[in-house]
Each structure stands twice: as structure tokens, then as C-alpha cells.
């Protein structure tokens, strides 16, 4: 397949419900992370290959290392920061991210900073080596991202790259600064979808063949787990949704709650309470985007005043 | 089955990773949710049954009612409170929740509040309802808990009891505000190991039967999920951790990396990386109790420096 929609995906994974990531999934194709094969479709600042290899090693750096850690922001205002992300921002002495997850953080961090390296869209696996050459270099450095760094996000990356310097993550005492999730952000402004065992799914075969997804939605849709579909639908994979749909239409019944968050704690938020029967109808609609998350109640999933609700159980044990 | 390890199960479950709630496991047989049928073997100071009725409606109060509101405290310690967390519980007139969680919260803010209705380890139902009632008689009123409100927590069961009572979640203008989650504190511990597809599974089978945990953990373990085990193990059932890690290994490697959080945050916060092959022989250790998360690595899932990675695919489209 096609890598120039890569980054761009991996970008948004991390910020549906929350971050201000894609503000216009029609530009996803002008990121090209395949710039060796046609270098003039990119229009990222930060230029990176599949060609490209990581430059520097560990060996490279005579300084003692500093220190790194990846920083979730959470749902992408700064109220929904933990105080120990704010904390770990304002004793970086660099701060990485992409050029909007960057504009989320309180400009009395940024402006504390000695210095912040934001890229635009594309360039995740570039930016992340040179929040780790910074590092390594003698600085403290924060790479961040919005959501929770273990949610299709940059930790693992991060510790990859680490590897192939030959570094290792204790000599850069390497952190994580856990946040919010999208599934918890966008779980919270539906109500109560997500109170018992759950999944969560991307639906971006860049990283993931599709079959795979395919078939790890068969799985859980079988079975009474609520889904959080990531990256539901971009221009380059459209058909993907679709599948979706038609996957967890073989195991849950057409009225299955559904809620859709479109840019939760953006501007352009919007909220939508649908049907597993109805979600298909809007994948060609404005709503369904790389900013937006799916979450598909199981069985038990009801509709009270405008909230979602997946009972524990209670009712079984107690009367009220 | 028995209830009486009820709502101590409940309780401990959102508060993994993160929050002191159980201290000891075996005070759990103390708890006597269903303290109609035994109810000298209560230790909870707010007793509840089984056979008890919600006793007040919407009807019954006179006042506008207030505003009720869900916090989640995140991993248990004040600095993993969201700034949004700390604002809605400055702004509660009252704050309901379990002792041990309300001890999380800064005092300035406890200080500030008008009244604190706390309970120990036992009656969510009950201190869900009587949080409600304070509402319904005008005040605004913040039900806390740690982690995030909509995993394993009391978001879903606020507004199955608001319904129950004829009141409305518009009318009480009620809201989630989210929390870092178990699950995302206990993979930041472990490093990367939750970054692609992932579920979240309780082995409590208290409010869900143990042939449904059984066949949801066979469908995830057989796709490529990294799997969040909350409440693995309790005295009144042990051997669903044993049947847990019977399916687990029927599909996946016994050398699969996992990963073993215990009192995250607390004082006794303790961390082991081990195999799949390893996890049940921790079963009858202090490691894995109710405070603990176990977060199961997919067959990528590999350990680097006392790090869990769990490569996102990366690796397969660029060079690092």
C-alpha cells in the first residue's frame, strides 16, 4: 500500500477526542512520509524516508545523557493535563511534539522551555530520533503527545529508537507520564458507555494489515465487549468503515447504541448518538474523521436522556 | 455465588494502579454487601442489602436540584489529578466516595467543601444514592473514585440510579470527568507494552459469570491484543486466575512478556516482569491481589531494559 497517509494517521491516533490534530483530512495525502519516492509531496518540516536510517548512535554523544520522558497531554485542553504532565513539561529543557499537540501546552511552560522542536503533521519517527539525539546530547527532554502515550502513540517508538542507538532507556532514566485516553475522554461526554470489559480498535491499516483488524473485531464483537473504533475513516481507506460496520452488524443487533465524538474538546466538537444500523450512513459524513472516535455498546447498552449507559450488573444484585 | 465480596471487589477495581483502596485482601470477607442474610459480618460503616429499595424519588425533594458529577482521580496520587478534576471538586458543594479515595484528595479542597459523606470499603450502591439524593435536595454534589469514572467505576451506576429514581441526568446536569485510567498508569510503569490494540478484562465474576470472562478472554487472547487484567485475583476466587492463565496459554507463547503491577502509588507499589509461562506461579503471591493490574503482552511484545515494548509496526515501514 501506499505509506503517504502515514503519519498523518499515527499523528491523529493520538488525539481523537481531545487533541486538535488533521483540522482537514483532505490534506492527509500532501504528507508524504515516502519522500524518497516523490519528495516533492510533502509538506511537512520535518522530512523523513523510508530510505532514510537513524543518523547518530549513542556513541555519537560524549555528554552524559539527560534524561527523557514521554509526556500524555490528555484530552488536548491544559484543564484536562495531569499536574505531573505540567510538572514533567516545565522541567524539560526541550519540549518535541507535532506543531498542534505543542499549542496545547500553557505558554508558561513553553516560554520556561529552553527550547521546543515542533514539526507539522508528518515526521513522527524523525521527530521522535531527535527528541532522543537532544537527550542524549545532555538535555531533559519531553516528547509529547496528546491522549496517553501508551494509546497508539509514541512510547513504543520512542524505545525502539532508543534500542537501535544502541542506548538504553535506563541510562536516559526514561519515563512515561501517563493521561487520558480518547476512549475515556470521549466515553465521558457520551455518559457511561465503557464500565465493563472493553477494546479498543484502530481502524488504520498502515501499521496493521486489515485482515488482521477484521479479524480482531470478529473476536470482540462476539463477545460483550464495548469498542472504541480509533481512526475510523480517512479519504485513503474509506472502505475500511464500512467493513467495520458490516463486521459488528453480524454479531450485534441494527439498534445497538453507538455514540460518535467528532474533535472532543475542539472547536468543531460534535457529538452524535446513533445506532450500530445507522453508522454506516455516516462515514461519508463530516463527523467520521481521524479526529473521531466510535464507541459501539455490546448488549446491554442502552439510552438514557441523551447518555449512554452500559450497566455492571448492579441490577442483578441489588434493587434500586 | 456469595455476595459478600462484593463491593469490596468493585470498589478495588477502579482503583488499580493508582489508588490505596484495599489494603489487605483478606479483610474482603469482612464486607458484607448482602448483610440482610448475615449482617453482624458487615464492617462497612454504610450497610446496604441486597433486599433494600432505593428508598427516595425525584418526587420526594422540593429544591432545584444541583449538579452531580463523576471525578475521576487518576492513579491515586494528587499530581495525577487533571486539572479538570481538582476545578469540579473545588466547585461540589459536596463530595461523596470511599475513604480511601477521599484521603487522595488535596485538603485545600476537602477543607473548602461543605460536607464530605465517606465510607469505608463496602456500599457503592448506597453512597451512589445517597451522592444522588444530595443533589436532588439542591446541592452540587462530586462523586469521586480513582482511575477513570467509566472503568469498572460508578459513572454507569450514577445514572442507572438517577433513572431509577425518576430523575433525569439532564435535570442533575450531570458529567464525567475522566481519569487516567489503571490500565494506561500501569503500562506507563511497564513502558510501552499497550500501544496498539488493546482490552481491558476483569476476572471478577461477581456482577459478570465466569463462562462469559472465560470466552471473552479466549477471543482476545487467540487476535493480537495486549490484554489489561484488572482484579486478578481475590481469596474468594482464586482459581479464575488459574483458568485465566490456562487460556491465555492455549493461544499465546509461555514466554510472552507480562507484566505484574501491584500498588501503583502506594506505598507497597511493587513491579515484576515475567513470561506467560511464569504468571500463575505469582497467584498465591502478595504481587497479585486486587490492587493489581497484569498487562499481557501480544506475541510482538518484547522486553528491552526492563521495559515492555510492544512495537507498533513501525519498524516494518521505516529504518531505525
Partial sequence: MSTDDTTTETDASTSNCGAASTTDSSSESTCGASSSTDSSSSSCGASESTEEKVGSTADDFDADPGKLTAVGLGPGQPEGMTERAK?????AEHIVGYTTYIDLIPDDITDDAEDIYDTPMCGEVSRTEEAIDRALAGNDVAIVGSGDPNVYALAGLALEIVESKGATASALDFEVVPGVPAAQSCGARLGAPLVNDSVSVSLSDHLTPMPEIESRLHAVAG???TISIYNPWSRKRRENFQKACEILLAHRDADTPVGIVHGAGREDEE????TLGELESYGE???VDMTTTVVVGNEDTYVFDDRMVTPR????????
Fill in 285 to 287: 459524513t463530516d463527523l
Fill in 223 to 225: 463477545e460483550g465487549f
Fill in 87 to 91: 510538572a514533567a513539561l516545565a522541567d
Fill in 271 to 274: 457529538i452524535e448518538l446513533t
Fill in 313 to 320: 450488573g448492579y441490577e442483578t444484585k441489588y434493587d434500586y
